[in-house]
């Protein structure tokens, strides 16, 4: 059995706890003028687009090609410095945050940031058309966010690491997927991206963490981590644009590993500054991580609970 026929085999035997598939949910309406329920939409067949990031925005078709400006008005913080107002807004596209010496563009009623120069592209062109309704879910356990879970075809495992991406390595995630709260909009199909590495305890951290490789043949092979926090909640950022990119990081990492005694030190050192300060500097914890799946989530500084 080819990697392919193991997960659409694994797929016909899984039903989701947390998932609410889209034709049944009316809890959700779209963020434009019509505020009508996802569920109306489905029952007037009116097309539904969606762009999500670190926060979930769906359209109706007339609504998107109304304005999806509609609703934004210009913060101005220019006069301010970021000690007076820190850098907390990301913008939806880009993730670049907002704050003291920036202007953006914020609609209160949904709770969304655009900077500047994202607002002055072309917005309707960042959405997705949802083509199969059916293969889309619903999952609203602290946030609410789309995942399209649909069979797939000839997929394609980097050499490198095909034997890493075994049978249980893909049940036990295909199985865990309902408990996402955050999701990267890069990931079009839960379903093409595949983990390579077991999970991985962060030291310090309430949380386990894991990689992903895209393995859509369509796709750049890109790489994501996962983690799962205190709460069994489950986030998901592509950190590498493609297999290239994470073979230098892994192997620069590889190359200036701690040894046991290094990373016993260091180990300690955390453990005093949480004593007396009660934090520790990230990129040190990332430095005592044994895994490189570990190390990367530390580095990078992504989000390890999500309520």
Request: hydrophobic share 30%; proline share 3%; net charge negative.
């Amino acid at each position: 059995m080819n990697i392919t026929e193991k997960v659409n085999t694994i797929l016909d035997d899984l039903e989701y706890e947390n998932f609410v598939k889209i034709p049944e949910y009316d809890d959700y309406q779209c963020d434009g003028k019509c505020e009508k329920s996802l569920k109306e939409l489905v029952e007037e067949k009116t097309e539904i687009y969606y762009y999500q990031s670190n926060k979930l925005i769906v359209f109706c078709k007339n609504c998107l090609n109304d304005n999806p400006k509609s609703g934004f008005e210009e913060v101005d913080r220019l006069k301010y410095s970021i000690d007076e107002k820190p850098l907390m807004w990301p913008c939806l596209f880009c993730g670049e945050k907002q704050g003291g010496g920036c202007k953006w563009y914020c609609n209160s009623t949904i709770d969304v940031d655009i900077c500047k120069k994202c607002y002055e592209l072309d917005l309707v062109d960042k959405y997705t058309n949802i083509k199969n309704l059916e293969n889309f879910y619903v999952c609203d356990r602290s946030n609410t966010v789309l995942v399209n879970v649909e069979k797939v075809e000839n997929l394609k495992v980097p050499e490198e690491i095909a034997n890493n991406v075994t049978q249980e390595r893909i049940e036990k995630w295909l199985t865990s997927i309902d408990s996402v709260v955050s999701i990267d909009h890069k990931i079009k199909n839960m379903c093409t991206w595949l983990p390579f590495t077991d999970e991985y305890d962060i030291p310090n951290y309430s949380a386990l963490t894991m990689l992903l490789v895209n393995c859509d043949p369509n796709g750049k092979e890109e790489v994501a981590s996962v983690v799962f926090d205190d709460h069994g909640q489950m986030a998901i950022d592509v950190i590498f644009d493609n297999f290239l990119e994470y073979q230098k990081a892994f192997e620069e990492w590889t190359e200036n590993k701690l040894s046991n005694e290094e990373r016993c030190k260091l180990t300690n050192k955390i453990k005093k500054d949480f004593r007396e300060n009660h934090e520790a500097d990230d990129q040190e914890m990332a430095k005592t991580c044994e895994e490189f799946s570990g190390y990367i989530r530390l580095y990078r500084m992504l989000g390890m609970y999500y309520g």
